[in-house]
């Protein structure tokens, strides 16, 4: 009788524990982005949930918030930073986070996207990502792409660095992309994103820079006379968690997560080339003009900026940048 009041209580604790075990509360992840659908810093976020989603549903708890409904970029940085969010995909504004990032305003730094990302697949994505996690708390999950930029406005198509003179242009809060376009000629405006297209129109501003997915996204091309294929800087999207909640999670959750950032980043690859091989074409049949300058001549003007970039990344860390990106 004794054996078996023993045995029933046996049965009903490992009954208990298994009760305990299946009712724990999964991780919660929460997602944040200030865009909507089709831009790349969604279609980034999207594909890392979809695929995290089908990888770790069992141990992740996703909630995805897109268009902003959480606020814009800057407040993510600062939501992620304090934890209040997870996740989050960073464009240019990340330098504001580390100047490291710094980098990628210098003018011409990468010929070509395979550099670009093979140096970001590389020693120079561990340089940021070990920057970044020391700076300012964050966990680099991968490097996506926003791509090169292009510069459109209505005033003139922009062959010589001389036609930028006075051009007010939308620039992202980046101090250093300010210097970049202070030292071309032209008259940078900080602006958020959100607000590019209307100031466009009421001609507060002449134009705006942006890789053309984004000048599509944002139907900016709508209100723009002349786009330049000037490929001034190439940008990449950080898809950052916040250290704390990536270092709570065990290895086989860490490995999901990494995977599935990999697949983000590689459907804003993607997502480039036929941004590049496609629009082009449709931007001239809405009537743009689209015009390809000889970059020399613009490289040499913006010289100093490389210079002053080194002052504030460190003169190393620049010829590390400088080696990875040839």
Same mark, same amino acid.
Request: proline share 4%; glycine share 6%.
């Given at each position: 009788?004794?054996?078996?009041?023993?045995?029933?209580?046996?049965?009903?604790?490992?009954?208990?524990?298994?009760?305990?075990?299946?009712?724990?509360?999964?991780?919660?992840?929460?997602?944040?982005?200030?865009?909507?659908?089709?831009?790349?810093?969604?279609?980034?976020?999207?594909?890392?949930?979809?695929?995290?989603?089908?990888?770790?549903?069992?141990?992740?708890?996703?909630?995805?918030?897109?268009?902003?409904?959480?606020?814009?970029?800057?407040?993510?940085?600062?939501?992620?930073?304090?934890?209040?969010?997870?996740?989050?995909?960073?464009?240019?504004?990340?330098?504001?986070?580390?100047?490291?990032?710094?980098?990628?305003?210098?003018?011409?730094?990468?010929?070509?996207?395979?550099?670009?990302?093979? #140096?970001?697949?590389? $020693?120079?994505? +561990?340089? =940021?990502?070990?920057?970044?996690? !020391?700076?300012?708390?964050?966990?680099?999950? %991968?490097?996506?792409?926003?791509?090169?930029?292009?510069?459109?406005?209505?005033?003139?198509?922009?062959?010589?660095?001389?036609?930028?003179?006075?051009?007010?242009?939308?620039?992202?809060?980046?101090?250093?992309?300010?210097?970049?376009?202070?030292?071309?000629?032209?008259?940078?405006?900080?602006?958020?994103?959100?607000?590019?297209?209307?100031?466009?129109?009421?001609?507060?501003?002449?134009?705006?820079?942006?890789?053309?997915?984004?000048?599509?996204?944002?139907?900016?091309?709508?209100?723009?006379?002349?786009?330049?294929?000037?490929?001034?800087?190439?940008?990449?999207?950080?898809? #950052?968690?916040?250290? $704390?909640?990536? +270092?709570? =999670?065990?290895?086989?959750?860490? !490995?999901?997560?990494?995977?599935?950032?990999? %697949?983000?980043?590689?459907?804003?690859?993607?997502?480039?080339?036929?941004?590049?091989?496609?629009?082009?074409?449709?931007?001239?049949?809405?009537?743009?003009?689209?015009?390809?300058?000889?970059?020399?001549?613009?490289?040499?003007?913006?010289?100093?900026?490389?210079?002053?970039?080194?002052?504030?990344?460190?003169?190393?860390?620049?010829?590390?940048?400088?080696?990875?990106?040839?």
């Amino acid at each position: 009788m004794q054996f078996n009041k023993l045995k029933l209580a046996a049965v009903t604790a490992v009954a208990i524990l298994a009760g305990v075990t299946a009712g724990q509360a999964q991780t919660s992840l929460k997602l944040a982005v200030e865009t909507t659908p089709g831009d790349p810093l969604n279609v980034m976020l999207t594909a890392f949930k979809n695929d995290l989603a089908e990888k770790a549903a069992d141990d992740l708890d996703i909630e995805f918030f897109e268009a902003g409904a959480m606020g814009d970029e800057g407040a993510l940085m600062e939501m992620i930073r304090a934890n209040q969010v997870q996740v989050v995909p960073l464009g240019s504004d990340i330098v504001q986070l580390d100047d490291k990032f710094a980098v990628f305003d210098a003018p011409f730094l990468f010929s070509d996207k395979e550099s670009a990302r093979k #140096a970001l697949d590389g $020693e120079l994505g +561990d340089m =940021l990502a070990a920057s970044l996690r !020391e700076e300012a708390g964050l966990q680099v999950l %991968a490097f996506g792409e926003l791509g090169f930029r292009a510069i459109s406005n209505n005033v003139r198509p922009i062959e010589t660095p001389e036609d930028l003179n006075g051009l007010k242009l939308r620039t992202p809060g980046s101090e250093t992309r300010i210097l970049a376009f202070k030292t071309l000629g032209a008259a940078p405006t900080p602006m958020n994103l959100g607000e590019v297209y209307v100031a466009l129109r009421q001609g507060v501003l002449d134009g705006q820079e942006n890789p053309l997915s984004v000048v599509k996204e944002f139907s900016l091309f709508e209100v723009q006379k002349y786009i330049s294929l000037t490929n001034h800087v190439y940008s990449p999207i950080t898809l #950052a968690m916040n250290a $704390e909640a990536w +270092d709570s =999670l065990d290895k086989e959750t860490q !490995e999901k997560v990494l995977a599935a950032a990999e %697949a983000g980043a590689q459907k804003t690859r993607e997502l480039s080339d036929e941004s590049d091989a496609n629009l082009v074409g449709e931007f001239e049949a809405a009537g743009v003009k689209v015009n390809k300058p000889e970059i020399a001549p613009f490289r040499e003007a913006a010289a100093p900026v490389h210079a002053a970039i080194a002052k504030i990344v460190g003169e190393d860390f620049m010829t590390k940048a400088k080696e990875a990106a040839e």
